[in-house]
Structures are given as structure tokens and as C-alpha cells.
């Protein structure tokens, strides 16, 4: 049992080792993909598993350097309006996966494995001024720093997932590194909602985390996987799991 307390927080180099260990397992489980598994829906309406693809890339390209990633944002909020999105973020994701929908599943793979250390390598050099801008997705609040160093990690292991349920193939998952990212999760969630709660995390990425006072506590029990998901809003819960983080 771990008070959610004692979670450490993601400091700047694990969050590089993290980063860099999910986009290997991204990359080597894309190339296990069949040729009909790219054309799969996945639980993003919008994007099959290749367009889902085009959007990691996409992000490993906007998030290079400051000037694209400044670039990204303006033309993806403008593309939000366009389209009539609810989120600028939404129009940003939509506009990368535009930009790279000629590519095939050879040369998107291809094209990740040359823009994912570019990626790493940004935001370890990231300007520490920036990091405390203010930013807003899924009506949450959040620093640029905890996007450069956490999100945009979880954003590719929650794609990993998405990939796996889309395609049926079986997902690589342990307490090293995917627990690590979903006790993270956890006590971002916990931070968000402050309530008591007793929540067990079932499967290799699980654990069992309180907060709170004992009498007072929320119980529930599910997958880890299956949480991550409820809590970036691909799936729905009951009571605390209602509070959304930001993937």
C-alpha cells in the first residue's frame, strides 16, 4: 500500500529515461502491426491506428524546437475554429495528422525513429523560463513543463495502448516503467480531485495507492490500464474517477 504522497514526482532525467524507453517499445511494437491492422478504428473517433501514427510524429516534429512548437499551437488553435473543435489542442493534434497522411506505415515508422531522439533531446534542453507557462486542455490546468517532461510520455504509452485494444495485439507492460508512469498518473489525479480514496491498480502496471483519512476513503478496484484510460476520458467511472488528467 503507498500513501500517494510518498509517489515521487517525474524529475527531468527520469522523465528522459521514461521518454526514451516508451518510444522504443512504441516503435518495436508498431513494427509487430500487420498491414490491415493500420486501417483499425481506435478509441479516438477520429483516427485509425495509422492516423493515430501521423499524430505521434506529428507531435515529435511540433515539439522539436520552440519556434514549431509556437508555430503548431497557432495554426492548430486557428484549425480548431475552422472545424469547429472544442479545443485548440484538438485542431494542433488534427493538423499533424494532415501533415504526414501521405506517409505509409514503412515510412512513418521510419520518420519516428528520426524525429523521437530530436524530440528527447529538445525537451532536455528545454528553456527553464518557458516551463512555467500556463496551459489549459480538457477544461485541466497544467505547467509547459509538466508537458514537456510528463504528457507528451504518457501521450505515446496511452497510444500504445490504443494501438493494442485496436488491433488485439498484446501490449508489453511492467512495474518499472509502465507503473512507474501510472503511479504519476495517480497521484496527479489524487492532486486534481484531494479527496480520501483507497484505489487498487490490478495487472503488471498496478499497485495499491490511499490518500486521505481511512474512514473517509473512496474505494475502488480495476486495471491499470483500464483506469488510465476512464481518467483520460476514452471510458467512464463512477465517483473520483469522474476527475479527468491530461494525457
Known sequence: MTPVGEIPPIDRAEAMRLAEAEDDRFVAFLRTLQADDWHQQTDCDRWDVQAMVAHVLGAAKDYSTLPRTVRSQVAGARLARKLGLSEPLDGVNERQVRNHAELGPAELIEELELWAPRLRAARRRFPRPLRRMPLSAMGLRFRLGQLIDVILTRDVWMHRVDISRATGRPLELD??????????????????????????????????????????????????VEFCRIVSGRSSGPGLLEQKVVF
Open 175 to 224: 512495474a518499472a516503467h509502465d507503473g512507474r508512469l501510472v503511479a504519476d498518473v495517480v497521484a496527479d489525479w489524487a492532486g486534481r480531485h484531494g479527496a480520501a480514496f483507497d484505489l487498487v491498480l490490478t495487472g503488471p502496471a498496478g499497485g495499491h495507492f490511499v490518500g486521505g483519512e481511512p474512514a473517509e476513503r473512496e474505494h475502488h478496484e480495476l486495471d491499470a
